[in-house]
């Protein structure tokens, strides 16, 4: 049967505990059914709110429970297969959630409406693992289930809003058990995360709701049920610091096999119409996510991709654009449609640094470096779009060096159009060879062009080495830097249970913006009114410490600043529009025009998941 939820990969019998709270409980035997408890516990039976207690630990965790009470939400017969449990008689205390997720590991054999008691081992099991700082999920494991009636309603769901999501997003982590929050009573009224928290498996509900994350290829999509909440134009919502996470933001999955019922495809500022109901669930890719049994309807709001102005004769267009590991083996489809993005959409740049161009095999891992037959390819599809014979530059790296996908040796790439821009071809570059900078007749100029920026230095260890370039227009030098910094690979998500989280990939990036503002500083030493673009897949947000080390001192300037807050973003993750791509500029570049070209980050339909960035400017 296929799943709408393929990214929920079968756990193994052995499922991960986290610290445990010893209490003195026994086993408890269940009563009998009655009509009015249709699940038949007692009153001294353990209940499901007594299993999630007020924290996100269990204090039952890693102890035998019987006579579990309640009427299944959800059954999901894929993936990480179970079903949802939800006890009909729900206590005082809004920090109890009275839903749990039993984890079955086969195809359940219960049904939405059965009545059913369960005995088994309470356990908390952290979706990624214990690296990954996610949360876990409470859960009823090695379950024997005993159906005592069928047919009956299910709870009344929890209508997630506006109004009942706090505007905080969660408590600082206890410094004593190392920023971590499981150990805090949970205070939904207080912070999003323990309402969401709260509401661990139990049967919730939405109205209305705006997408701010298209329809991804796993069949899942974002909304906000706060459609004011840092909002822009074109319906996302933007992640604009590290204290505005976005608190309405929650992702939404179908427990129907898309077999049965496709998921529905939507793009950023669409609307989830009508009313989607289901268990709220836990998983490694996003957290918090409503598991639908009940999906509402999508409503097409007509997003339009962006169109750049074309520069004037006189101005400089210099654009970067993340192609998304593109080689030869991919279709000649993707070849057309990155093209005429380059054409129409970008007004065919002077200048594109393309970050992720794979050599001429891809993925093949034999040693191929080269990437002439993808340049080509990609070039001559550009020409058949009706734009420019762009001519390139680049340095293939030492195989295997640089990170990324095995094999395929991702590379930064300049391509330029020669009919209004020069290359000044200084020869000695290579993949380890360092360009530097000197002094000729007053003005800077590179010792290697193209060259890469201190390729030895350990901050790009498995990483992508910075590609320099000396261009002429119009009779003046422009050098352009070429950038695809570390990934955040290894941070953990703004649902760790350690708050802050942690951003450990951060540190490198920090020191490979070091290295590339040094680098920047010795051309205007040399010369003080050069003009210098910094531009790539920059891994990191215009507010972040990376951000800050790249314009130290002045010696650049983030062009995306330039743009109102709303309107500063490159790439869609969990929901939150947030800058990845970045230009900047040398003190000397005074006046530009700076556009973040959307045309893949919010659609469901991507030829890449980054969107361009371009920058008009006259030397």
């Known amino acids: 049967m296929s799943s709408s939820l393929p990214r929920s990969a079968p756990r193994t019998a052995a499922v991960s505990a986290v610290v445990a709270t010893a209490l003195a409980a026994g086993l408890i035997a269940a009563g009998s059914a009655t009509a009015a408890d249709p699940a038949g516990s007692t009153a001294d039976a353990v209940r499901i709110h007594d299993i ?21 939400t959800g059954v999901r017969a894929y993936g990480s297969r179970g079903f949802w ?3 009909t008689r729900a206590d005082d205390n809004p920090a109890t959630s009275e839903g749990v997720f ?32 996610n949360q876990s999920l409470t859960q009823i494991t090695k379950p024997t289930v005993a159906v005592t009636s069928s047919g ?52 919730v509900r939405i109205g209305s709701s705006r997408v701010v994350g298209a329809t991804s290829p796993h069949h899942e999509m974002w909304v906000t049920v706060k459609p004011h909440e840092n909002d822009n134009r074109r319906g996302g919502t933007v992640y604009g610091s590290y204290t505005s996470q976005n608190t309405g933001r929650l992702q939404i999955q179908s427990l129907v096999p898309i077999a049965q019922t496709p998921f529905p495809k939507a ?56 192609v998304e590991n593109l080689d030869p083996s991919d279709p000649q489809e993707k070849f057309d449609a990155l093209a005429s993005a380059v054409v129409e959409n970008l007004a065919s740049p002077d200048i594109v640094a393309l970050e992720e161009i794979q050599d001429n095999n891809g993925a093949k891992n034999d040693g191929t470096v080269a990437a002439d037959e993808t340049l080509k390819k990609f070039t001559d599809a550009i020409v058949a779009a009706g734009g420019p014979a762009y001519e390139w530059r680049t340095i293939d790296p030492v195989n295997n060096k640089d990170g990324g996908e095995p094999g395929g040796n991702i590379r930064q790439v300049f391509l330029f159009n020669p009919e209004r821009v020069s290359f000044t071809d200084r020869a000695g570059g290579d993949a380890t060879t360092a360009t ?67 951003r450990s990939s951060e540190a ?14 010795d051309i205007l030493a040399a010369q003080r009114t050069a003009d210098v673009v910094v531009l790539g897949d920059i891994n990191d947000f215009e507010f972040s410490a990376t951000t800050k080390a790249l314009t130290d001192d002045g010696a650049l300037h983030a062009a995306v600043t330039s743009l109102p807050r709303s309107e500063r973003y490159s790439y869609v993750f969990q929901g939150n529009s947030q800058v990845l791509d970045q230009i900047l500029t040398s003190p000397s570049i005074r006046h530009f025009e700076y556009d973040s070209v959307h045309i893949n980050a919010e659609f469901a339909e991507q030829n890449s998941d980054h969107d361009p960035q371009v920058l008009r400017f006259r030397p």
């Open 102 to 133: 039993v984890y079955t590991g086969s195809v359940p054999t219960v049904a939405v409406g059965d009545a059913v008691t369960v005995s088994g081992t309470v356990t908390e099991y952290i979706p990624g693992g214990t690296s990954s700082g």
């Open 436 to 502: 530097g900078v000197v002094q000729e007749k007053g003005r800077a100029a590179l010792t290697h062009s193209p060259g890469r920026i201190d390729p030895a230095n350990t901050a790009w260890d498995n990483s992508r080495k910075p590609l320099a370039g000396e261009f002429t227009f119009r009779g003046r030098t422009v050098f352009v830097i070429a950038n695809h910094f570390g990934s955040k690979g290894g941070d953990e998500s703004l649902v760790s249970h350690r708050q802050p989280p942690n």
């Open 52 to 72: 999630q207690g007020t924290t996100r630990i269990s204090p039952l965790v890693g102890q035998q429970v019987s006579g579990v009470s309640g009427i299944v």
């Open 267 to 322: 793009n950023v500022g669409d609307w989830l119409t009508g009313t989607t109901e289901g268990p709220l669930d836990f998983n490694q890719f996003g957290g918090y996510a409503l598991a639908a049994r009940s999906l509402g309807t999508v409503a097409d709001r007509g997003l339009e991709r962006e169109t750049t102005e074309k520069q004037h004769r006189s101005e400089l267009a210099v654009a970067t654009y993340n």
């Open 152 to 203: 009956n309603p299910v709870p009344a769901p929890v209508t997630i809003t506006a109004r009942s999501v706090p505007s905080a997003y969660a408590p600082e982590g206890d410094p004593a058990a190392g920023g971590s929050i499981n150990g805090r009573t949970l205070q939904p009224g207080t912070y999003a995360l323990d309402l969401y928290e709260s509401l661990e498996g139990t049967n």
């Open 508 to 521: 490198k990036r920090l020191l490979q913006a070091q290295a590339v503002n040094t680098f920047v500083k």
């Open 85 to 87: 449990l939800q006890d």
